[in-house]
T-cell receptor, first 110, second 113 residues
């Protein structure tokens, strides 16, 4: 079965603390993994994709094929990071046909 | 630099009413998608169109119909709205080839009373 699991509904941290949002997946084949972010009542924006291996807004994510995970990390959280984060995957030639996790709401307190 | 544009942004319907959500993209993308977003369930694919002239069901198609009017436009129709269709609806587009990324519209917040 193709599935993305984000075990935490809500993650609350203080400003300056490290953040890790967990994502595990199940997929037969080699998927592409994404992190999308949705700030309050705005459209979803792409934050990271695993094939680009870049750092956006201080966030990084490494694909671990052995553990089928794609956890999102940031060493020092900022208040403006407060948002809903979605992990998603797609297959080759299916770039927009995404399977989403349930989402994790990140709350960064001052 | 519009990207993906959806109309309307908000809508309240009575049970049994019909309506069409409009979506247009200006990125010359082949593929377009409709998702619904519900709390605790993430986004789920309703219908998609891999290319102009084709449409396919996604995970939750019941109660919806779609039309790929041309390469730019992809509409979602609710023929007889039900309270269970209260949700936020997102349209998205992608090149559809290789590992392409998706671009999303700003969403339509629909309430069925």
């Amino acid at each position: 079965a193709q599935r993305v699991t984000q075990p935490e509904k809500l993650l609350s941290v203080f400003k300056g603390a490290p953040v890790e949002l967990k994502c595990n997946y199940s997929y037969s084949g080699s998927p592409e993994l994404f992190w999308y972010v949705q700030y309050s009542r705005q459209r979803l924006q792409l934050l990271l994709r695993h094939i680009s291996r870049e750092s956006i807004k201080g966030f990084t994510a490494d694909l671990n094929k052995g553990e089928t995970s794609f956890h999102l990390k940031k060493p020092f959280a900022q208040e403006e990071d407060s948002a809903m984060y979605y992990c998603a995957l797609s297959g080759y030639n299916q770039g927009g046909k995404l399977i989403f996790g349930q989402g994790t709401e990140l709350s960064v307190k001052p | 630099n519009a990207g993906v544009t959806q109309t309307p942004k908000f809508q309240v319907l009575k049970t049994g009413q019909s309506m069409t959500l409009q979506c247009a993209q200006d990125m010359n993308h082949n593929s377009m998608y409709w998702y619904r977003q519900d709390p605790g369930m993430g986004l789920r694919l309703i219908y998609y169109s891999a290319s102009e002239g084709t449409t396919d069901k996604g995970e939750v198609p019941n109660g919806y119909n779609v039309s790929r009017l041309n390469k730019r436009e992809f509409s979602l129709r609710l023929e007889s709205a039900a309270p269970s269709q209260t949700s936020v609806y997102f349209c998205a587009s992608s090149a559809g080839q290789g590992f392409g990324m998706a671009f999303f519209g700003q969403g339509t917040r629909l309430t069925v009373v």
